[in-house]
T-cell receptor, first 112, second 112 residues
C-alpha cells in the first residue's frame, strides 16, 4: 500500500532529552512537511523540504531540527530547546509544491 | 500573512440532514484549497482539492466550491450520516507561502 508512515504512534520524553520522530513515504513525492497540532489551534508548520538535501524553516522551527538525506524519509528531532513539546505531530507529503497533500497518522509526543 | 477561518467551530445535526461548512481566507492569491477530514487522534484524510482555476469539485456526497475573489469556500455534505462525524479542516496554499495554511476546523457530530 502506498502511503505515509509515522512512528512511533505514541512517544514519551523526559525533560532535557532529544527525541526523533520518523516519517517515511513510498509515494515517490518530492515535497515533505512537518506540522504540529495543539488543541484549539490549527496545524502549524515546523519544517518543509521540497527536494532531497534541502529544507526550509516553517512558522515554528525553534527547538526542532530535520534532515532529508533520502527522498522517502524526513525525520524530525525535537530537541531539549523546545520548551513546550507536548503535542500531536503530523507528517505530510505532496508530489511537488502546490499539489494535493497526504498525511500520516501522527505521533503523539508527551513530556513526562 | 494568510489567515484561514472556519465557521462554525462545531455543528450538531440529525442524520439525513444536508449541511454546509464554511471557510474564508484573507489573501485571494492562492494556488489551491484543500478540504480534509480528521477523526479523533488520527491523521488527516484528503477529501477534495480545488485548484484556483476551478469553481467546484465533487466526490460522492461531498461538494466543495471556491470563490477566490471573495476569499470563500464551502463544503456541502448531502444526506449526512453518523459516519461523517469528524473534524473538517480547510487549508489554502498560496503564492508566496509555499505550504498549506490551515483553519482551526469545524467539529461535526451527526446523530442517529
Amino acid at each position: 500500500d502506498g502511503g505515509i508512515t509515522q512512528s512511533p504512534k505514541y512517544l514519551f520524553r523526559k525533560e532535557g532529552q532529544n527525541v526523533t520522530l520518523s516519517c517515511e513515504q513510498n509515494l515517490n513525492h518530492d515535497a515533505m512537511y512537518w506540522y504540529r497540532q495543539d488543541p484549539g489551534q490549527g496545524l502549524r508548520l515546523i519544517y518543509y523540504s521540497q527536494i532531497v538535501n534541502d529544507f526550509q524553516k516553517g512558522d515554528i522551527a525553534e527547538g526542532y531540527s530535520v534532515s532529508r538525506e533520502k527522498k522517502e524519509s524526513f525525520p524530525l528531532t525535537v530537541t531539549s530547546a523546545q520548551k513546550n513539546p507536548t503535542a500531536f505531530y503530523l507528517c505530510a507529503s505532496s508530489q511537488q509544491m502546490n499539489t494535493e497533500a497526504f498525511f500520516g497518522q501522527g505521533t503523539r509526543l508527551t513530556v513526562v | 500573512k494568510q489567515e484561514v477561518t472556519q465557521i462554525p467551530a462545531a455543528l450538531s445535526v440529525p442524520e439525513g440532514e444536508n449541511l454546509v461548512l464554511n471557510c474564508s481566507f484573507t489573501d485571494s492569491a492562492i494556488y489551491n484549497l484543500q478540504w480534509f477530514r480528521q477523526d479523533p487522534g488520527k491523521g488527516l484524510t484528503s477529501l477534495l482539492l480545488i485548484q484556483s482555476s476551478q469553481r467546484e469539485q465533487t466526490s460522492g456526497r461531498l461538494n466543495a466550491s471556491l470563490d477566490k475573489s471573495s476569499g470563500r469556500s464551502t463544503l456541502y455534505i448531502a444526506a449526512s450520516q453518523p459516519g461523517d462525524s469528524a473534524t473538517y479542516l480547510c487549508a489554502v496554499e498560496g503564492a508566496g507561502y509555499s505550504t498549506l495554511t490551515f483553519g482551526k476546523g469545524t467539529m461535526l457530530l451527526v446523530s442517529p
